[in-house]
């Protein structure tokens, strides 16, 4: 069962630090959507998509890299890292139209100092922390 995790991480890199320890502890290859947008899914049996929430949505790198190269008939999960609240609805959404549904979701906390969030010093500072990184793994492995 090969396994493969498509992310974005362009604020803080708070997502690509879930997924490189995710990586280092499972059979999991990586991409970077923003550097392979046309990366080919096909050979994966499993397949996740991880991207920090920008406006309650996935980022569109990944949003557009799903509707182009995700494949029928493979098992997707979710992870998301956010300063607020999880939202994965922007990528079910997408997941709808090829008549598939995750197999799991999982989220947290990732450093935010977006707009006002920035005058405070940032809001859930410290994460993703080990016990995120923990929980992120556990995930995985367990799917
Ligand atoms: C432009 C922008 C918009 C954001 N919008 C939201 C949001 O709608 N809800 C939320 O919970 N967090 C929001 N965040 C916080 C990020 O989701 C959070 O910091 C995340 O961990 C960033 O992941 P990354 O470092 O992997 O890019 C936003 C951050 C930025 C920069």
Redesign the pocket.
């Known amino acids: 069962m090969r396994k493969v995790i498509v992310y974005?991480?362009?604020?803080?890199?708070?997502?690509?630090?879930l997924v490189k320890s995710i990586a280092e502890e499972c059979q999991v290859d990586l991409i970077d959507a923003v550097k392979q947008p046309d990366a080919d899914l096909s050979s994966y049996d499993t397949i996740g998509f991880a991207?920090?929430?920008?406006?309650?949505?996935f980022?569109q790198s990944i949003l557009g890299f799903a509707e182009k190269n995700l494949p029928d008939d493979k098992g997707v999960f979710l992870i998301?890292?956010?300063?607020?609240?999880?939202?994965y609805k922007s990528i079910e959404q997408i997941l709808g139209k090829k008549h598939s549904t995750a197999i799991g979701k999982f989220g947290c906390?990732?450093?935010?100092?977006?707009?006002p969030f920035k005058l405070v010093g940032g809001i859930?500072k410290g994460?993703p922390d080990g016990k995120d990184i923990k929980n992120a793994v556990e995930f995985v492995k367990g799917l």
Do not use: L
């Open positions: 974005s991480s362009v604020h803080h890199g708070n997502t690509e630090k991207s920090g929430i920008y406006f309650s949505k980022h998301c890292t956010y300063g607020g609240s999880a939202n906390k990732g450093y935010d100092t977006f707009g859930a994460h």
